[in-house]
């Protein structure tokens, strides 16, 4: 059975950290492009860093330079550092994978349920 498992959600001040994981079971993290989005309080859903095929790192525009993707093939665990937060980081944040991952959000092969990340000012 194919799962995906987010933690470490929670509530911080502005300028606090957080930080995620996501453990994947029934398929390989490796065998496709694996990131985070996250979905506001709009419903807006926008991607905030990918790992593709190659192990190259993408950041979305709004968290570059506060964040960090990484992985650990052992455990079939994606994290994400968050420093730096902002109020409008709030969002539920969950991870996807897929064949080709792009910026925007749509129906992923994979996608976990999210966790909450609230950020007060």
């Known amino acids: 059975e194919v799962q995906l498992a987010e933690s470490g959600g929670g509530s911080v001040q502005a300028g606090g950290s957080l930080n995620l994981s996501c453990t994947a079971s029934?398929?390989?993290?490796?065998?496709?492009?694996r990131g985070w989005y996250r979905q506001g309080p709009g419903n807006e859903c926008v991607w905030v860093a990918v790992?593709?095929?190659?192990?190259?790192?993408y950041y979305g525009a709004a968290v570059e330079g506060r964040v960090t993707i990484s992985q650990d093939n052992a455990k079939n665990t994606l994290y994400l550092v968050m420093s730096s937060l902002k109020p409008e980081d709030t969002a539920t944040y969950f991870c996807?994978?897929?064949?080709?991952?792009?910026?925007?959000?749509?129906?992923?092969?994979?996608r976990g349920p999210g966790t909450q990340v609230t950020v007060s000012s």
């Open positions: 996807a994978a897929d064949s080709d991952l792009y910026s925007w959000c749509f129906d992923f092969k994979y």
């Open positions: 029934g398929f390989s993290f490796g065998d496709f492009e």
């Open positions: 790992i593709d095929v190659r192990g190259r790192l």
